[in-house]
């Protein structure tokens, strides 16, 4: 397979994105062949996307008291039929079962995971502990190009619906004196779901919440604050911007709703090194406000 026209990483990487030391899979590979690497026309060792989803199956089984000379003997048909029992006995490995079935765009195994995990610890927690923690690894694959967007696109909808659904699920109507937050994310900006996820949790606490959605035109929102006027305002920057532009966007927002507490979520660049609105709050403030 050229590597020039696959998804393809280092060991460092596969050690990365498996939780397996390098070491150790240099050893499994040289002693039990279990993968084999490919190599570039400078000779540099490169692994595959079949080759992690493998070894993450190796792992899974071997985690649950099989060995790797056993392993190693098994069929890629013994092997995917000992992986689906041992993932339907246990709701441990929760996260290299939601890698599986973004790799493989598996709808009913991520549902599966994700029940156990709300069966377990309730939505919330679920959410927090797993499924954010598991965006940022997916990050790590995107930049050694183990995911496309396509795989990416199925996991986040996946996702999204959740989050939709048990917001659904919550009282539709708060109480008169509930105060306001409104959501949104600003022009240009269109990965919602951690805003999709904020607006669930203010809802759960008894806010009233308008949520405004992607890439939402600023001189719209003047009218938006006055027709609400808000207690809370939530938006996010996800897109990379220098500090001096995010102190420009930051001062608009916050300027445009001058009542309110304004929380910015996202990777936003150190607000103690820019010049910020008295009104402004980050991420840190927000997990403390909704005690997450």
Request: glycine residues 6%; aromatic residues 10%.
């Amino acid at each position: 397979m050229d590597p020039e026209l696959s998804s393809t990483y280092s060991i460092s990487d596969l050690e990365k994105l498996s939780g397996i030391k390098a070491h150790t899979i240099r050893i499994w590979e040289k002693r039990y062949g279990i993968i084999s690497p490919g190599r570039t026309g400078t000779n540099i060792r490169y692994y595959t996307n079949e080759d992690l989803k493998k070894l993450l199956n190796i792992s899974l089984l071997n985690q649950h008291g099989y060995k790797i000379s056993d392993i190693s003997s098994m069929s890629a048909g013994e092997l995917s039929a000992k992986v689906a029992s041992v993932a339907m006995a246990h709701s441990d490995n929760r996260e290299k079962r939601l890698l599986l079935s973004l790799l493989e765009m598996d709808e009913p195994l991520f549902t599966r995971v994700f029940a156990d995990m709300v069966a377990e610890e309730g939505f919330e927690e679920a959410v927090v502990r797993v499924v954010f923690p598991f965006f940022r690894q997916i990050g790590i694959m995107w930049q050694v190009g183990t995911i496309n967007p396509a795989q990416e696109h199925f996991f986040s909808n996946l996702i999204r619906a959740k989050i939709i659904a048990a917001t659904d699920l919550l009282i539709a109507s708060p109480a008169d004196a509930a105060a306001t937050a409104v959501l949104f994310l600003p022009e240009d900006e269109l990965h919602e779901i951690a805003l999709l996820f904020y607006n669930y949790a203010f809802r759960k606490r008894g806010y009233k919440t308008i949520y405004l959605g992607q890439s939402v035109p600023y001189e719209s929102l003047t009218r938006i604050y006055s027709i609400s006027n808000p207690a809370i305002v939530v938006t996010s920057i996800t897109n990379p911007v220098l500090p001096e532009t995010f102190a420009s966007i930051c001062k608009k927002i916050c300027a445009q709703a001058t009542q309110a507490t304004v929380y910015f979520t996202g990777p936003v660049p150190d607000p103690s090194a820019t010049d910020v609105p008295g009104n402004a709050r980050f991420i840190g403030d927000l997990r403390k406000l909704l005690g997450l």
